[in-house]
């Protein structure tokens, strides 16, 4: 339920196992020699668990690797359904597809899928051929809703504006997906 205090506890355990792991590897070395050796000061944190590589950065200093804390993880909390909401009606058509659009947004694949769909499109809203960028943002929408059978595939998907997608469910406006141009990835140039 809290993470940030499981996270904590996890990185004090963490902890000490590599303490005792040290004094196991070295018993006839001081506490102060232990500490120079496997733990560092990065920035404002004390006792960074870290190992020099043997390669050189670019400042000419040694590349470390450091050991993450558990505690770094960003917490992401998890947004409760609407108590009314329904998937199978249609009038809660739009409030599932924001919730999908959050989804794909906080996914690694689902970043992917949104590209694709923006590079697809050139970059612009379906309905009013303005650019989406992160400014205007986006909604992700369904050409055939999910209560009449529609999936969550790429080809079932377009991006909008928010505005554009509120005149869509609220007119019952018909959107298309653009036709495929030519090139695997438009607007993207090759590095050679």
């Not at 947004?105 to 923006?118: D, Y």
């Not at 998907?157 to 505005?163: C, F, R, S």
């Given at each position: 339920v809290v993470s940030k205090k499981v996270y904590g506890a996890v990185d004090t355990a963490i902890w000490q196992a590599l303490w005792r792991w040290c004094c196991r590897r070295h018993p006839c070395k001081g506490a102060r020699w232990i500490r120079a050796r496997y733990f560092h000061r990065e920035v404002a944190r004390h006792w960074v668990f870290a190992a020099d590589t043997g390669e050189l950065t670019a400042e000419g200093k040694p590349r470390r690797l450091k050991l993450r804390k558990a505690s770094d993880v960003p917490i992401r909390r998890h947004t409760q359904v609407h108590g009314n909401a329904n998937p199978f009606d249609p009038a809660w058509e739009s409030y599932f597809e924001d919730r999908y659009g959050l989804k794909m947004?906080?996914?690694?694949?689902?970043?992917?899928?949104?590209?694709?769909?923006?590079l697809d499109q050139d970059r612009a809203c379906i309905v009013c051929q303005q650019r989406i960028t992160a400014a205007t943002g986006w909604h992700v929408h369904h050409i055939v809703r999910r209560v009449d059978g529609g999936s969550?595939?790429?080809?079932?998907?377009?991006?909008?504006?928010?505005?554009?997608h509120r005149q869509i469910h609220s007119r019952g406006l018909t959107v298309m997906k653009p036709a495929p141009k030519t090139g695997a990835l438009r607007g993207l140039s090759r590095v050679h």
């Open positions: 947004a906080n996914a690694l694949s689902g970043r992917g899928k949104l590209i694709r769909l923006w969550d595939a790429w080809s079932n998907l377009v991006m909008v504006h928010p505005d554009c």
